[in-house]
């Protein structure tokens, strides 16, 4: 299960609005015979790849996969059916799938003698690739990751507004990574003004990657001028005409997208943070004072220290001189509803 976890890490970013699923075929004797990752949207699912490559070593094997396989004919064809015609014995896997329209697999496989376990390795799936995914297709609108880099007293610029460069190098480079393992990018207008970021994934020789997160602009007033980087032939752009992070979210999830990744400024993110719209907090603290800048967030409807969102830390990690702390909002009241 954790080399079907890796190998779905691989294809994070690839396969929205599919889910990026792992899956590995053990031959009667228990050996590797086939491994596989999820297709881009239209190619073939994590079990089908892993088949593929295992051929009739399948057969009396096991496949081990990270989430239940479906049971129904989307743009491919129902993954039951390929396990039952290589005649794969027994089937592993760690998540249910939780979308209606695939979800039953495991039945269908029970109900054709083939021996079915759950739920291995669930937790770590559940943190894993398929957070994102899971979390949109129980909720109905994409995972946002919170990102921002500010000084040690929490500015995100120094009083004059310039910001070059309050994080590390390291740093920069670590969140512009992330950019390749999501859907869309959004920024509020006044990110646009203010810097006139290009919001592309580029790679270490600063290329152009093939794939591009969709660039967002929320712009309720009209602010961004045609001449702005982000309106750019590099990547598509979508400029939504609302500051209501709900329904710039819903229209995200229509479009497809599982995972956004907000970098706007501090307003923008008080209003997602205010709406119970931060998933994930992906912070990277420099240390240097700006004293009187702007704070990372501005008003996120928090009046007193009852009100406060704490987050639950996943992980902290020394970035250069900066530390990258990621962590989740522990209110989950606040996160639905
Ligand atoms: C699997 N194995 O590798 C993945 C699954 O539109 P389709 O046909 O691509 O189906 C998409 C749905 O299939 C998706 O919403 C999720 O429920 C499931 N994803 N299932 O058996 C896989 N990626
Ligand atoms: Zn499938």
């Not at 053990?26 to 999820?38: F, M, Q, S, Y």
């Not at 239209?42 to 593929?52: M, T």
């Not at 490559?53 to 390929?82: D, F, K, N, S, Y």
Request: glycine fraction near 10%; hydrophobic fraction near 45%; charge should be negative.
């Amino acid at each position: 299960m954790r080399r079907a976890l890796a190998l779905a890490e691989n294809v994070r970013g690839l396969t929205s609005p599919n889910t990026p699923v792992g899956a590995v075929i053990l031959d009667a004797d228990g050996h590797l015979a086939g491994a596989g990752a999820t297709a881009p949207p239209g190619g073939p699912h994590a079990e089908v790849v892993a088949l593929q490559m295992a051929g009739e070593r399948a057969r009396g094997g096991t496949a081990v996969v990270t989430l239940e396989p479906c049971a129904h004919t989307g743009r491919t064809g129902p993954c039951t059916e390929a396990l039952l015609a290589a005649g794969v014995a027994t089937v592993v896997y760690a998540v249910d799938d939780p979308n209606p329209v695939a979800a039953g697999g495991a039945e269908v496989l029970r109900g054709r003698g083939v021996t079915v376990r759950a739920g291995v390795l669930a937790d770590e799936a559940e943190a894993g690739a398929l957070q994102a995914w899971l979390h949109a297709t129980r909720t109905g609108r994409p995972f946002v990751t919170w990102k921002f880099a500010a000084s040690l007293d929490g500015r995100v610029a120094a009083a004059d507004r310039t910001a070059r460069w309050i994080s590390s190098r390291a740093s920069r480079l670590d969140a512009h990574a992330f950019r390749d393992v999501v859907d869309a990018i959004v920024v509020g207008s006044g990110t646009v003004l203010a810097d006139d970021p290009q919001l592309t994934a580029r790679d270490a020789d600063d290329a152009l990657r093939d794939r591009q997160p969709l660039r967002v602009v929320l712009d309720r007033r009209h602010r961004v001028p045609p001449t702005a980087r982000v309106l750019d032939d590099a990547a598509e752009t979508l400029v939504l005409d609302t500051a209501v992070p709900r329904f710039a979210l819903k229209a995200l999830f229509d479009r497809g997208a599982r995972h956004v990744l907000l970098e706007g400024g501090p307003t923008l993110a008080g209003a997602f943070v205010e709406a119970g719209c931060v998933d994930e907090v992906i912070a990277y603290i420099a240390p240097v004072l700006l004293g009187a800048g702007p704070a990372a967030l501005n008003d996120a409807g928090i009046n007193t220290i009852a009100d406060a969102l704490r987050l639950h830390v996943e992980s902290i990690a020394p970035l250069g001189d900066d530390v990258k702390i990621v962590g989740r909002p522990s209110r989950a009241a606040r996160t639905e509803g």
